[in-house]
C-alpha cells in the first residue's frame, strides 16, 4: 500500500511538472492537432493492409480449391473501404494471378499513403516541438537576465548552462518524439484491436493476454527511471560546471601546473556522471528485451491457438486469419516497445521540467514596484542611514552610510580593499536593495524609479572589466541601441585607447576574443570606459578602472576625464588618489564607515588616514620613476 501510494504520488509529481508546458501546446494547437490526425490517417492505411492480405490469401485458397480449405461460415467483417475494393475485385471475372498483382499494387499504396502521412506527421509533431523549444530557452534566457546579482553569487555558470540546454533539449524529447510515439501507440492499439475484435473476439483475447503484464512492467520500471533520471541530470551539472570553469581558468590552471589536478577532478565528476548513466541503461536494456519478449508470447499465441482453432474448425478461423493477427501483431511490435521508450523520455523529461520550474519560479530580490516611475536622473544623490549587508555571506558592507552629492559635483571614494567602496556603485546601480535606510536620486527614492530607466542613465565602469566576443566597435557601443561610427571614435579617444585600436589588424571591427582574452589588462580597462562613455549620461560610476594602466596613460585619460565630466555627476571609486582631478569631494571609507570627507588639501591636514595613504602613492610613484 505504501509502495502503491509512493507511485501514485511520483506520477502526479511528473503530471504537475509537464502541466507548465500546456501553454505551448495551447499555443501550437494547429501543428499538434492535425499532427495527431496524421497519426491516426497513417495508422488507418496501416492496418488495411492485413485486411487485404487476408483477402488475398482466401481468396487464392478458394480459387485453387485448396485441400482442407472450408468455405467460412460469414463473410469476414473488413473496414469499408476493403469491403469495396473486395467487392470490386469478386465482381468481376479476374485471374487468381490478377486477384494477386491487384491486391500487392493495393497493398503498395497503402504503405505510400502511410509513408505521406507519416512525413506529415513529423512535419507537424517535431516541428512544432523545436519551435516550443525555442519558446522554451528565449523564456529562460529571458529570466536568466531579469534576475539579480545575489542569484548568480550563488549559483554556478555550468548549471545554468546546463538548464537552458541540455534539460530544454530533454523536455523537447517529450513535446516532439514522446507526444509523437505515444499518439502513434494509442492509435495503432486502438484500430488494431478494433478489427481484431471484429475479426474474432477470442483469438483477440489470447493474443492481448500478455498486455496486462507488460502494463505493469512499464509501471513499475519508470520510478526507477525517473529516479535515475533525475540524479544523471544533476552529476551532469556538475561536470558541465567543472568544464566551464576549467576552459576559463586555462591560463590560472596552466600556470600553477594544476593539469594533472583538475584532470583529477573532471574524472571524479565523469565517473560519477557515468555510473549514473550506466545505471540506467542497464535498467533499459533489460526493460526493452522485455517488452520484446511479451510481444513475442502474443505471435505465439496467435499462432498456437489461431492453428488449433483452425485445425478443429472453430469460430471460423482460417489460415487468412492467423496471418491477419499475425501482421497485426507484428504492427504492434514497435510501438508497444517504444512504450519504454516513451516512458523513459517523459520521465527525464519530468526531472528536467521541474529543475527548469524550480528555476522560473524564482522571483529576482530587485524588482520593480508596481508605482515604479520613469525620472530623468539630473545628478543629485542622497545616502541616508543606508545599511547594507549582503544576504549570501552576512558582510556587513556600509554602516550608517550618509553621503549629499549635488549636480556636477565630482566625488572620489577612497578606501582599503573591502572597505565597501565597490557596494556604493552596486546600491546605485540598483543590482541590491539596501538592508535599510535611502538612497535618494533627485527626490526620489530609487527603489521607486524603473529598473531600466535607472540603468540606463548611468554610465558604469566595474571593477572587474568584461568584454563580449565581439568586434572592438560593438563593445564600445554596446550601450546604445545604435552606436555611430564618430561616437564610438570619439569614446574611444576620450578613454586614450584610440592609438591602440588603430594599430588592431582590423581596427574597430578586429574580433576581441573571449573576455578580451586578446587584450592587455590596459587595454581592456580603457575600452571599457569608452564603453560607459559614449552613452554621454548625466551620472558616471568609475570602479577603481584605473588599476591597470602605466602613469602616463593614467594621467591623458584623468586629463581627458576632466573635459568629459565638466557638467556631469561622477563618482570615482579608487584605492590610488589622483591629485592631479580636481575632486569637489573625497570619502574615505574604512568598514563601511566613513571616516573623512572633503577636499584634498583638507584630508590632507587632518585625516591621518589619508594623508599615509597618499604619503606611501607619492612613494611608489617616485620609485617608478614618475613624477
Avoid at 453 to 469: G, T
Avoid at 574 to 583: A, C, D, E, G, K
Wanted: charge should be neutral.
Amino acid at each position: 500500500m505504501v509502495a502503491a501510494a509512493s507511485s501514485i504520488g511520483l506520477h502526479l509529481q511528473i503530471v504537475k511538472q509537464l502541466r507548465t508546458l500546456n501553454k505551448y501546446f495551447w499555443k501550437y494547437r494547429t501543428r499538434l492537432g492535425v499532427g495527431i490526425i496524421f497519426v491516426f490517417l497513417s495508422n488507418y492505411f496501416n492496418v488495411l493492409s492485413p485486411q487485404v492480405t487476408g483477402f488475398v490469401i482466401d481468396f487464392v485458397q478458394r480459387s485453387l480449391n485448396v485441400a482442407g480449405y472450408r468455405t467460412p461460415e460469414k463473410p469476414a467483417d473488413y473496414d469499408v473501404l476493403v469491403d469495396k475494393f473486395i467487392h470490386s475485385v469478386d465482381g468481376r471475372d479476374y485471374s487468381v494471378g490478377k486477384v494477386v498483382a491487384l491486391c500487392g499494387i493495393t497493398i503498395l499504396i497503402l504503405a505510400l499513403l502511410r509513408g505521406f502521412f507519416l512525413f506529415l506527421m513529423r512535419q507537424t509533431i517535431i516541428v512544432m516541438s523545436r519551435h516550443i523549444e525555442y519558446d522554451q530557452k528565449n523564456e529562460v534566457f529571458n529570466h536568466y537576465q531579469r534576475l539579480d546579482t545575489a542569484f548568480y553569487k550563488v549559483r554556478s555558470t555550468g548549471d545554468l548552462m546546463n538548464r537552458i540546454a541540455e534539460d530544454v533539449s530533454r523536455v523537447r524529447m517529450f513535446t516532439g518524439p514522446a507526444i509523437m510515439y505515444l499518439a502513434n501507440l494509442v492509435a495503432i492499439i486502438s484500430l488494431s484491436v478494433f478489427f481484431m475484435l471484429k475479426r474474432s473476439p477470442e483469438l483477440t483475447f489470447y493474443v492481448l493476454l500478455p498486455l496486462p503484464i507488460l502494463a505493469i512492467t512499464i509501471y513499475l520500471v519508470n520510478n526507477t527511471i525517473n529516479r535515475k533520471s533525475e540524479r544523471i541530470q544533476e552529476s551532469l551539472s556538475d561536470l558541465t560546471t567543472n568544464a566551464q570553469e576549467s576552459y576559463s581558468g586555462i591560463r590560472v590552471i596552466k600556470s600553477f601546473v594544476q593539469e594533472t589536478a583538475m584532470l583529477g577532478f573532471f574524472t571524479r565528476n565523469s565517473e560519477e556522471y557515468k555510473k549514473n548513466a550506466v545505471s540506467l541503461a542497464r535498467v533499459e536494456a533489460i526493460y526493452f528485451p522485455s517488452i520484446t519478449l511479451l510481444i513475442g508470447l502474443s505471435t505465439l499465441f496467435t499462432i498456437m491457438i489461431g492453428g488449433l482453432y483452425y485445425i478443429r474448425g472453430d469460430h471460423s478461423i482460417g489460415i487468412n486469419t492467423i496471418v491477419e493477427f499475425v501482421m497485426y501483431i507484428n504492427m504492434l511490435t514497435f510501438p508497444v516497445s517504444a512504450i519504454g521508450l516513451t516512458a523513459s523520455m517523459i520521465q527525464r523529461a519530468a526531472a528536467s521540467q521541474k529543475r527548469i520550474n524550480e528555476f522560473l519560479e524564482t522571483e529576482p530580490g530587485v524588482q520593480n514596484s508596481p508605482a515604479a516611475a520613469k525620472v530623468v536622473l539630473r545628478g543629485d544623490i542622497s545616502f541616508r542611514h543606508v545599511n547594507f549587508i549582503y544576504p549570501h555571506t552576512g558582510i556587513h558592507a556600509l554602516r550608517d552610510f550618509n553621503l549629499e552629492i549635488k549636480k556636477g559635483e565630482k566625488v572620489a571614494i577612497v578606501g582599503r580593499t573591502g572597505s565597501g567602496k565597490s557596494t556604493i556603485a552596486q546600491l546605485l546601480l540598483r543590482m541590491y536593495n539596501v538592508s535599510s535606510g535611502q538612497i535618494e536620486l533627485g527626490e526620489t527614492d530609487i527603489r521607486e524609479i524603473d529598473l531600466k530607466n535607472l540603468r540606463k542613465q548611468i554610465s558604469y565602469v566595474p571593477q572587474d572589466v568584461f568584454l563580449f566576443s565581439e568586434t572592438v566597435e560593438n563593445n564600445i557601443g554596446f550601450g546604445l541601441d545604435s552606436a555611430r561610427k564618430d561616437q564610438v571614435e570619439k569614446a574611444a579617444r576620450q578613454a586614450s585607447v584610440e592609438k591602440e585600436i588603430a594599430g588592431f589588424s582590423q581596427q574597430y571591427d578586429t574580433m576581441i576574443g573571449e573576455r578580451g582574452v586578446t587584450l592587455s589588462g590596459g587595454q581592456k580597462q580603457r575600452i571599457s570606459i569608452a564603453r560607459a562613455l559614449v552613452k554621454d549620461p548625466n551620472l558616471v560610476i568609475f570602479d577603481d578602472c584605473l588599476s591597470a594602466v602605466d602613469a602616463r596613460t593614467e594621467m591623458e585619460i584623468i586629463n581627458n576625464l576632466n573635459e568629459f565630466l565638466r557638467d556631469k555627476t561622477a563618482i570615482i571609486i579608487t584605492h590610488r588618489i589622483f591629485s592631479l582631478f580636481n575632486f569637489d569631494k573625497i570619502v574615505v571609507l574604512e568598514d563601511g564607515v566613513i571616516v573623512g570627507e572633503g577636499t584634498h588639501q583638507q584630508l590632507l591636514e587632518h585625516n591621518t588616514y589619508y594623508a599615509s595613504l597618499y604619503a606611501r602613492q607619492q612613494e611608489q610613484d617616485r620609485t617608478s620613476g614618475f613624477h
